[in-house]
């Protein structure tokens, strides 16, 4: 995996200046309060509301506003160490309760959506969103936390898939090793993710957790892999999967392959973030909640 989503150089410095959320609001229209509400989740399962077991719920969208709001920032220009895409923020769309990061093909190449939640920037926290993506060749998808001083790495890639069956999802942590050197893990686990999933992450000092569908399913126990900076949230699409499969030596694109369409949308349902009750996490630690999990796929440098 390369430092391909490195945002566009005149994004970045507006980014910068966004500091550190400390009291971040939680939305609560009904439908019968917000004319552009649905009448039932898209995703089939509710966003959650209130706090977690060592978690304080700081954040959280459902895309059932008109618009996509200040919580937000749309990515535009190209993806650093991509040539084979642009952002654009006509490609960012919410419409009856989901934010679509749509793809399209164009004459002079494929334009893509992709979103920032700078403004909840944290040290530690978790992260879960609901989300799915169109089957496609061409089109991956990178749900990550990204430092907020934009000094890379550190890196947590918690759902991103360049499966054009979106059959396998995979996990990434980018740090600075021991010598000095940038390194990086991944892993990848099984499914249908064309379909409805809840993805997320967990972050501690010493420990990263990735999740799907509220369960754990890898996971780095590392001081030197976890990062200890604050990060903030990014959701992306992105062209290009084709050249990165050819990349990494796997099984290449095919001209005839029915995963080729012209438009292609990655769709999120609802997004929460929670903070740290570090007290409360204590307790669980020493209490072993948080022990290697012999059913999760373990990280090592």
């Known amino acids: 995996m390369s430092r391909r989503r490195r945002r566009a150089a005149g994004t970045i410095a507006a980014l910068a200046l966004i500091a550190s959320c400390t009291s971040c609001t939680i939305a609560t229209d009904s439908p019968a309060e917000n004319p552009c509400a649905p009448e039932s989740s898209p995703g089939g399962v509710s966003l959650p509301r209130g706090d977690l077991q060592g978690w304080k719920q700081i954040f959280s969208d459902d895309f059932d506003d008109c ?49 920032s939640n700078y403004p909840v920037t944290q040290q530690y926290g978790r992260w879960e969103i609901r989300m799915r993506a169109d089957n496609s060749d061409d089109i991956s998808y990178h749900m990550l936390l990204w430092p907020q001083n934009e000094k890379w790495p550190p890196e947590i890639d918690f759902a991103e898939s360049v499966s054009g069956t979106r059959d396998e999802m995979s996990a990434f942590l980018h740090w600075v090793d021991d010598k000095g050197s940038n390194d990086k893990k991944g892993v990848s686990t099984g499914g249908d993710f064309s379909e409805w999933h809840t993805v997320g992450v967990e972050w501690g000092p010493g420990i990263v957790r990735y999740l799907l ?65 570090f007290d409360e996490l204590e307790k669980m630690q020493k209490s072993g909640f948080y022990d290697p999990s012999p059913d999760a796929i373990q990280f090592t440098d």
């Open 67 to 115: 618009d996509l709001g200040s919580d937000w920032g749309t990515y535009s220009g190209q993806p650093g160490g991509n040539p084979n895409s642009t952002w654009d923020a006509s490609m960012v769309q919410v419409d009856d309760g989901l934010l679509n990061l749509n793809s399209q093909r164009t004459d002079s190449g494929w334009i893509t959506g992709g979103v």
């Open 213 to 277: 569908d509220g369960k754990v399913w890898a996971e780095a126990h590392s001081e030197t892999m976890v990062p200890d900076v604050p990060m903030w949230l990014g959701l992306q699409a992105e062209a290009g999967a084709c050249e990165r499969r050819e990349d990494w030596g796997m099984t290449q694109c095919s001209d005839f392959s029915e995963q080729r369409p012209d438009n292609v949308a990655v769709q999120v349902d609802w997004v929460t973030v929670y903070a740290a009750d």
